[in-house]
């Protein structure tokens, strides 16, 4: 790969979205190398944060369910949304694949949270990235409902959910968002 193609892989990843993707699961080998790639993150004092748990087929489906019926659970009569909950259930179902991304707290404490945060999200870009050279879209979701994902798959102690990462195949790469020059987030101090 040449340093342009670097580059070019770089600038072209985008957020895509469900809506978006084409009905295709992922191969198990292309996650295993996004997730490889994940695992080369750099990491202070190697606590290696990151925790993935990959959900494709059946699994998907049941944490749609968990999630849609979560939300009813919880959810007052007054702000309740059937659009909410069909979209909380039938999303993961149109991914090719899903990734929760957890977060293990050195128990140690050798280090501030906010560096393990950093860490987990520089494994995901290495994972978003991978993908995206596979020609997979994906996007990290954030749901309010995420403190209750040990309720569907056990965590372990001092561990939490920090995202749902979404990813599938699509037929046409959306526009990214127009974002200001480099050069005006950029001070050069001599």
Known sequence: MTIEEVHQLIRTRRSVYPPQYIEQEIPKAVLQKALENANCA???KLT???????????AQKRFGIF?????????????FSIAKYEKLKMNPQKAGALIAICMQRDPKGRVPEWEEVAA??????????????YGVGSYWSTPDLLEYFGEFEPLEEGEQCLGIFYAGYYNE???GPKKEVAQSRVKWLD
């Open 42 to 44: 750099p990491t202070h």
């Open 48 to 58: 290696q944060p990151w925790r993935f748990r990959v959900m494709q087929g059946t």
């Open 67 to 79: 999630m849609s019926e979560k939300y009813r659970s919880i959810t007052s009569l007054e702000t």
């Open 120 to 133: 987990v999200a520089m494994a995901v870009q290495n994972i978003w990235l991978t993908l995206h050279a």
């Open 173 to 175: 790469l959306p526009r």
